[in-house]
Antibody, heavy 118, light 109 residues
Framework: EVQLVESGGGLVKPGGSLRLSCAASGFTFSSYSMNWVRQAPGKGLEWVSSISSSSSSIYYADSVKGRFTISRDNAKNSLYLQMNSLRAEDTAVYYC???????????WGQGTLVTVSS | QSALTQPASVSGSPGQSITISCTGT?????????VSWYQQQPGKAPKLMIY???NRPSGVSNRFSGSKSGNTASLTISGLQAEDEADYYCSSYTSSSTLFGTGTKVTVL
């Protein structure tokens, strides 16, 4: 069974940092691009970042560029999102999602909540 | 990186058909046949319902169908059922990102 499990969310103060992880199982992780997508409370989906299977191509939304860093460890079947200089507007549930190809996100984790508040 | 435009809400009675539109530009929806649709039930992760404009993943009911004309894509739900009540999001591939729609709440009357 294909499964994605996020972890690392929590409460952090503005300006702080947090590292999210996504553990993948049930498929050949190293063959797929991966994405982070977030959803602020009561709001819509917002794409955050993507990384290709070999980490050769990485993209970010303008809203997080320069503050967030996506990475992956294919040996550990894991995806990461390092979030620095966090702002209140970064408060959201963060989902990791498998990219079948060309932004077709066919498998999603259950999400992890990040709350940025003093 | 502006969001694709969807109606905020659409409603219909059981058995009816409804259509949700998703409007973008020639740089996203109009430029690629990589439009997807996702269903999100309250408190749950999104679920892929349509990909490549009109293809259904295995296990998705054939009551869901997709189409595209120019810069606007559409999702049609036929034979509306109570279980279809949810939020729906379109998305489009671009050369450097994934764009999501603003989301549509579907209510079954």
């Amino acid at each position: 069974e294909v499964q994605l499990v996020e972890s690392g969310g929590g409460l952090v103060k503005p300006g702080g940092s947090l590292r999210l992880s996504c553990a993948a199982s049930g498929f050949t992780f190293s063959s797929y691009s991966m994405n982070w997508v977030r959803q602020a409370p009561g709001k819509g989906l917002e794409w955050v970042s993507s990384i290709s299977s070999s980490s050769s191509s990485i993209y970010y939304a303008d809203s997080v560029k320069g503050r967030f860093t996506i990475s992956r460890d294919n040996a550990k079947n894991s995806l990461y999102l390092q979030m620095n200089s966090l702002r209140a507007e970064d408060t959201a549930v963060y989902y990791c999602a498998r990219d079948l190809y060309s932004s077709v996100l066919d498998c999603w984790g259950q999400g992890t909540l990040v709350t940025v508040s003093s | 990186q502006s969001a694709l435009t969807q109606p905020a809400s659409v409603s219909g009675s059981p058995g009816q058909s409804i259509t949700i539109s998703c409007t973008g530009t020639s740089s996203d929806v109009g430029g690629y046949n990589y439009v997807s649709w996702y269903q999100q039930q309250p408190g749950k992760a999104p679920k892929l319902m349509i990909y490549d404009v009109s293809n259904r993943p295995s296990g998705v009911s054939n009551r869901f169908s997709g189409s595209k004309s120019g810069n606007t894509a559409s999702l049609t739900i036929s034979g509306l059922q109570a279980e279809d009540e949810a939020d729906y999001y379109c998305s489009s591939y671009t050369s450097s990102s994934t764009l999501f729609g603003t989301g549509t709440k579907v209510t079954v009357l």
